[in-house]
Each structure stands twice: as C-alpha cells, then as structure tokens.
C-alpha cells in the first residue's frame, strides 16, 4: 500500500483468491499478490481489466500494480444476477474488433505469447494451444497427437470479439450494483473460447444462459467446437494440477 501511494484502513482480511493469489481486503481496496508470481503477471492483469472495463464491462477499479500485486477497488458483495451478467458478456461479445490480437499475457501463472493476425483456428493454436501442449506433452500420451489433429479442421468464425479469456465461476463477482468480471486472460478471438469456459467443470446456471441466448444467440456450429476450445483450459489444469484432468480431456477431444 505504501508503494501505491494509499492509506490503508484497518487490518487486512482475507478474501477468496482461487488457486493461484493471495487476496486481502483493506478498506476499500483489495490487495492481491501471488508466491513466485512470474515477471508481468500483475501488469497483464491490470491491462486485461483497464480492457475490459474500456468495450464496456463492469471490473474493479485498478489503483496500482507493480512486480508485488496489484491494488483494485474493493466492491462490496450483492445480490446474483446472471440476468445482468449474461446481458454485460452478450455486449462484449457482441463488438468486434478489426483483427485477432493478444499481448503476452497469463492464463493462471502459465505465461502466453503475443500474437497478431492469422487465420483464426492458426491464431488460437499457436497463441493459446500449442504452448500448452508442449508444457503438458509428456504427461498426455497417445492424447498428445490426438489433441494437434483437433486444429487441422477451421474452427467457426463470427468475427474478432474481446474476451475474458478465464471466464469460471470464480472470476465473477455479484456486487452491489451489477456483477463484476475478474482475473482476465484477456485477448481478442472468437466468443467461443468464453462460452466454452462457462460450460466446464459444472458451469453457469440455465438463467445465465436462457438470457444469453436471448441476447444474443449461439450457431450450432459454434456450439459443436466448443469441447475443442475446452481442450486449451484442459490443458492448463493438467499442466497446473496434474493427470487426474486426462479423462475430462480424452472427453472433451471425443465430443470434438
């Protein structure tokens, strides 16, 4: 807080940081620092939300951030709205942008390359697949090709939207006022990436996706490459977690 520039108010109270952070709340700020964080992975943050908050999302307000953690407005908790949150997402997804891009950036802790242009499906198998498949390939097996063979088809094409880019659960917050997204991995792509974390590991509930749908709705070709935008968040989980995530990954390339 000293480096920030801010006075903190009262003691420091913990609050729920997923698997990576620590998370404190002081006052009206949220201080929020990792062990071993990698170089950036703080300024990727800030610049994901500053993003984010730029095409039109509700995200805390970012204060300060610097190679420790990162300082955001504290917002204080209200009612669930997935009516809301749906309208917000269908919103960003809805604008376009003239081409796919990401700076270097994180998904967790595990570190993305930049990169520019491209066709999508080779866009978002070198930027977002293929470091992860490097990272996890002695652990995959006979998956390992399995999962390569997945870009050799083109996935579908709405346009380049802004994303999330690490949309589960535990990246929105139901605040006074609306809801909130947190935590991105924020790039330019196809909704697609989005929609198909929202689906895994028990995902958004059927109010979330009837207004969705209303707003804004999905092509059934989109609906059918979701598992193979699942395989990249799969990927990470068994690079961060380890083998227990081979079976949900041999399904997601099944249903591919």
């Not at 709405?158 to 935590?183: C, M, S, Y």
Request: net charge negative.
């Amino acid at each position: 807080m000293e480096k920030a520039g801010l006075e903190a108010e009262g003691p420091p109270t913990p609050l729920h940081g997923g698997d990576m952070a620590l998370v404190y709340r002081l006052g009206p700020y949220v201080v929020k620092t990792a062990r071993h964080a990698p170089p950036g992975l703080f300024q990727a943050e800030a610049r994901g939300l500053k993003a984010l908050e730029a095409r039109g999302a509700r995200v805390p307000r970012v204060y300060w951030w610097g190679e420790e953690g990162i300082v955001l407005e504290y917002l204080p908790p209200g009612p669930e709205d997935w009516e809301g949150l749906a309208r917000m997402l269908a919103r960003l997804h809805r604008s376009r942008e003239e081409a796919y891009w990401a700076e270097a950036g994180y998904l967790g802790t595990f570190p993305l390359p930049e990169r520019r242009g491209d066709a999508w499906t080779e866009f978002f198998f070198l930027r977002c697949v293929e470091p992860l498949l490097e990272a996890t390939w002695g652990r995959l097996g006979e998956l390992g090709p399995k999962v390569e063979a997945l870009y050799l088809k083109p996935l579908p094409t709405e346009g380049p939207a802004p994303l999330h880019g690490d949309l589960w659960r535990g990246n929105v917050h139901f605040a006074q006022g609306g809801p909130a997204l947190l935590d991105p991995s924020f790039f330019v792509g196809e909704r697609g990436v989005d929609l198909a974390m929202m689906r895994l590991f028990g995902g958004f509930p059927q109010a979330f996706w009837r207004a969705y749908r209303e707003a804004y709705p999905i092509p059934e070709e989109v609906e059918r490459a979701l598992p193979r935008y699942q395989v990249y968040y799969l990927l990470a989980h068994v690079h961060f977690f380890g083998e227990g995530y081979l079976g949900a990954l041999w399904k997601a390339i099944s249903a591919s």
